[in-house]
C-alpha cells in the first residue's frame, strides 16, 4: 500500500523569500510518479510540478522546485520567491506506476502557506 | 489544453433527495475519471475510479448504493448522491486521465451542503 505524508499542517513565509514544504512517501513499487498540487480557497486543482520515480534531475518549473532524495522517499516543495498569491493549500500526491495518469493518485494531509507581506 | 467542466458548482439540498453532480471533458476523451471528497482542510479522499462502458471501482468503505457513477460516454461523468444527509455535505472533484505521465485535470468541484 503507498503513503504519503505532510507533516506541517501550516506554513508560513515573507513575502519573496523561499519556503520548502515536506513530503515524504512509502511504496514498494519502483515505478512512481510524485506531484505538488495547489488548491487556493476556490478550491480548484492546479498542477505545479511532477517528478518521476527513475528521474535522474529534481524538477523545476518556473519558482517550484522539486527537491527529491529517493533513498529518503520524500519529494520536498520549494517555492522561491514567495508572492502574496501562493497562499493557498499545497498537496502531495503519488501515483503508482511512472507512466500512464490512469493510475489513482494518493494524496497527502495537504500544508496550508500564508504568505506574509 | 485539457478541460474538465464540472457542474454544478454549489448546490444546497434537503435531507433525504438526491444530487447529480455532472463532470465533461470539452476537448478529449475521458477514458477514466476519478471522483475525490474533501472535507474543509483536509486531503483529497479517492471515493471511486470509474472507466466508460463500465462499473465504477469504489475504495473501500464507499457505499456504492448511496454514492453512484455513471461513465456512459467518453465525455460525461456523473456522480449521484442518493438520499443525502448533512454528513453528506463535503466538497466533491472529478479529475480525468488525459494520458502522458502526469496528464491529470481536475474539474472545479462541487460544494455540496445538506440542510
Known amino acids: 500500500a503507498q503513503k504519503i505524508t505532510q507533516t506541517q499542517p501550516g506554513m508560513f513565509v515573507q513575502e519573496k523569500e523561499a519556503v520548502t514544504l515536506d513530503c515524504t512517501y512509502d511504496?514498494?513499487?519502483?515505478?512512481?510518479?510524485l506531484f505538488w498540487y495547489k488548491q487556493p480557497s476556490s478550491g480548484e486543482m492546479i498542477f505545479l510540478i511532477y517528478?518521476?520515480?527513475?528521474?535522474?534531475q529534481n524538477a523545476t518549473e518556473g519558482r517550484y522546485s522539486l527537491n527529491f532524495q529517493k533513498a529518503r522517499k520524500s519529494a520536498n516543495l520549494v517555492i522561491s520567491a514567495s508572492q502574496l498569491g501562493d497562499s493557498a493549500m499545497y498537496f502531495c500526491?503519488?501515483?503508482?506506476?511512472?507512466?500512464?495518469?490512469?493510475?489513482?493518485?494518493?494524496f497527502g494531509q495537504g500544508t496550508i502557506l500564508t504568505v506574509h507581506p | 489544453g485539457a478541460v474538465v467542466s464540472q457542474h454544478p458548482s454549489r448546490v444546497i439540498c434537503k435531507s433525504g433527495t438526491s444530487v447529480k453532480i455532472e463532470c465533461r471533458s470539452l476537448?478529449?476523451?475521458?477514458?477514466?475519471m476519478f471522483w475525490y471528497r474533501q472535507f474543509p482542510k483536509q486531503s483529497l479522499m479517492l471515493m471511486a475510479t470509474?472507466?466508460?462502458?463500465?462499473?465504477?471501482?469504489?475504495e473501500q468503505g464507499v457505499e456504492k448504493d448511496k454514492f453512484l457513477i455513471n461513465h456512459a460516454s467518453l465525455t460525461l461523468s456523473t456522480l449521484t448522491v442518493t438520499s443525502a444527509h448533512p454528513e453528506d455535505s463535503s466538497f466533491y472533484i472529478c479529475?480525468?486521465?488525459?494520458?502522458?505521465?502526469?496528464?491529470?485535470?481536475f474539474g472545479s468541484g462541487t460544494r455540496l451542503t445538506v440542510v
Open positions: 479529475s480525468a486521465g488525459t494520458g502522458g505521465a502526469y496528464g491529470y485535470t
Open positions: 470509474s472507466n466508460e462502458g463500465s462499473k465504477a471501482t469504489y
Open positions: 517528478q518521476g520515480s527513475y528521474d535522474q
Open positions: 511504496t514498494s513499487d519502483p515505478s512512481y510518479g
Open positions: 476537448d478529449f476523451q475521458a477514458t477514466t
Open positions: 500526491a503519488m501515483r503508482e506506476g511512472v507512466r500512464t495518469s490512469y493510475g489513482k493518485l494518493t
